[in-house]
């Protein structure tokens, strides 16, 4: 494994025109993205996802910092712009042209022409599932067809890398996983991916490393499997009646989804399973299952950046 994406304290100061406050969107971003890995890069609304993605595609300058792009410092070479294909987010596309008419104008300004330029758009458009929809106008696509005609533009110069923002934002559950089949099969040709979103789930399913950034920090950096550990218990039980359940709650269990005698019940750290069990078949009901439960990237964050917003208000009081 190679080191694909390499950035070493990276900052970014947006500077006020009018003598307002200076804008430090990020403080020191220092992080590495591997070949032949999809790497999650998370954060809220504002956290700095799409400005360090600018900054790596040499859209807009660092204000100091590193970056390094297949071992290279010259990140607007030939070479590397070559090697990355980028999807911005909420990409537009113009809605009287067709599908392959608008991979045609972005191969050509990769400067694919005649026959590689036609087999190009024939692979990316495959890849992407849409040879059916090619001649049609992007008028008459759906959310989830233009998005991925978004991927396969990405993909026009059969790049190394490929760096998408929020890619599954705004699609429906459908779309969403016709997008992650599809980028998780592109890791699996080889590709290396940086997919930012702000919806934690969405990229838990495909990532193998993970970043949460806040206020242009890195709070978290790991595998799933590092971060996410089996941190708790859960019996299903099932004829579990109202008196029941209180008798659960006041023996430390804590019921979930619990409905017409159904129940989550979630054995908390620290308390022994057998025990649990024992307090289930005492309140009467039957047990269907027990199964660990990993915390939740979502729960992660909150925890994490619910720490960072606390302690933020600690000092500020
Ligand atoms: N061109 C700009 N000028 C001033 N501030 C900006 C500019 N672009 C982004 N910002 C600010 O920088 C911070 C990070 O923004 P951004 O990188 O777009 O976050 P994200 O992509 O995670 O939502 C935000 O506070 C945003 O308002
Ligand atoms: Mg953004």
Redesign the pocket.
């Known amino acids: 494994m190679s080191t694909v994406i390499h950035t070493e304290n990276l900052t970014k100061t ?1 500077e006020s025109a009018f003598g307002g406050q200076d ?1 430090h ?1 990020l403080k020191s971003m220092s992080f590495e993205v591997q070949s032949g890995e999809i790497f999650g890069y998370l ?1 809220p ?8 993605i600018k900054m790596l595609l040499g859209l807009i300058f660092p204000t100091s910092g590193k970056i390094r792009i297949l071992g290279s410092e010259d990140i607007t070479s030939n070479h590397i712009r070559m090697n990355i294909g980028y999807l911005p ?1 909420g990409a537009y596309y113009p809605d009287f042209l067709r599908g392959e008419e608008i991979l045609k104008y972005y191969g050509q300004l990769y400067g694919l022409s005649g026959a590689d330029l036609r087999n190009r758009i024939d692979a990316v458009i495959d890849l992407v599932g849409m040879s059916h929809a090619r001649k049609r106008l992007m008028r008459g696509y759906s959310k989830g067809m233009r998005q991925r005609i978004g991927l396969a533009q990405a993909l026009i110069s059969d790049p190394k890398i490929l760096i998408l923002d929020e890619p599954t934002t705004g699609l429906d559950p459908i779309a969403r996983k016709e997008i992650r089949d599809i980028l998780a099969r592109l890791r699996d040709e080889g590709k290396t991916l940086m997919i ?1 979103s ?1 919806e934690l789930m969405e990229v838990e399913l495909i990532s193998n490393r993970i970043s949460i950034i806040y206020e242009g920090d890195m709070k978290v950096h790991g595998t799933i499997d590092e971060l996410l550990v089996d941190r708790e218990v859960v019996v299903e039980v099932t004829d579990l009646d109202e008196p029941g359940a209180k008798q659960l709650e006041e023996r430390g269990l804590t019921l979930e989804d619990a409905i017409s005698g159904r129940a989550r019940v979630r054995v908390p750290e620290g308390m022994d399973v057998y025990n649990a069990i024992e307090i289930c078949r005492s309140a009467g009901a039957r047990i269907g299952s027990i199964a660990p439960r990993r915390e939740t990237l979502e729960e992660l964050f909150v925890r994490v950046v619910g720490g960072a917003s606390r302690a933020k208000a600690e000092k500020a009081a």
């Open positions: 947006y804008v969107a954060g609304n504002g956290s700095g996802k799409t400005t360090t987010e930012s702000h």
